[in-house]
């Protein structure tokens, strides 16, 4: 299994931004072929258990599906939260759904929680689109087995 430090996110996106990025994938592979993740993607409807969050520069690379089981605002290491979140898949830089996260890259992905609802956490990202700029504390999924003492939380992303 691969080593997974962290993943931070930055922004949501909303529906309307979501008709925008399917257009963009859409025109970007109009002309080859079809694979499972782009009708993954291309059929995929919110549920409210799921939300497409829009990552920083990823430090690691790593496969996907991934499990986390912890959520932080940078820079508040008391406000983790114990959750369960996978992310079956991501669409690297705007263009095409792929099975992984790529070092350097920005990705849109998916995450899917086991219980009913996205967390409130996540939640207190702005829109990637909206006018009101980066967000005042942007949000990590780590695993504790990855990062054990989460007064680190700070440092590692400092």
Same mark, same amino acid.
């Given at each position: 299994?691969?080593?997974? !430090?962290?993943?931070?996110?930055?922004?949501?996106?909303?529906?309307?931004?979501?008709? =925008?990025?399917?257009?963009?994938?859409?025109? @970007?592979?109009?002309? =080859?072929?079809?694979?499972? +993740?782009? !009708?993954?993607?291309?059929?995929?409807?919110?549920?409210?258990?799921?939300?497409?969050?829009?990552?920083?520069?990823?430090?690691?690379?790593?496969? +996907?599906?991934? @499990?986390?089981?912890?959520?932080? =605002?940078?820079?508040?290491?008391?406000?983790?939260?114990?959750?369960?979140?996978?992310?079956?898949?991501?669409?690297?830089?705007?263009?095409?759904?792929?099975?992984?996260?790529?070092?350097?890259?920005?990705?849109?992905?998916?995450?899917?929680?086991?219980?009913?609802?996205?967390?409130?956490?996540?939640? @207190?990202?702005?829109?990637?689109?909206?006018?009101?700029?980066?967000?005042?504390?942007?949000?990590?999924?780590?695993?504790?087995?990855?990062?054990?003492?989460?007064?680190?939380?700070?440092?590692? @992303?400092?």
């Amino acid at each position: 299994m691969d080593y997974i !430090e962290h993943l931070r996110f930055v922004a949501f996106l909303s529906d309307a931004t979501l008709v =925008q990025l399917k257009q963009q994938v859409y025109r @970007t592979l109009r002309d =080859q072929d079809k694979d499972p +993740l782009f !009708e993954s993607f291309m059929n995929w409807q919110r549920k409210d258990n799921q939300i497409m969050l829009y990552t920083d520069f990823c430090s690691l690379g790593f496969k +996907l599906p991934a @499990t986390f089981y912890s959520i932080a =605002q940078i820079g508040l290491p008391d406000s983790t939260i114990d959750a369960n979140v996978v992310i079956p898949y991501s669409i690297l830089n705007g263009w095409a759904p792929v099975n992984k996260i790529e070092k350097g890259h920005r990705h849109v992905c998916l995450l899917q929680f086991n219980n009913n609802e996205v967390p409130m956490i996540v939640r @207190t990202l702005p829109e990637v689109n909206s006018k009101d700029g980066i967000a005042k504390h942007q949000v990590m999924i780590y695993n504790k087995a990855n990062i054990p003492d989460t007064r680190l939380i700070k440092k590692i @992303t400092s």
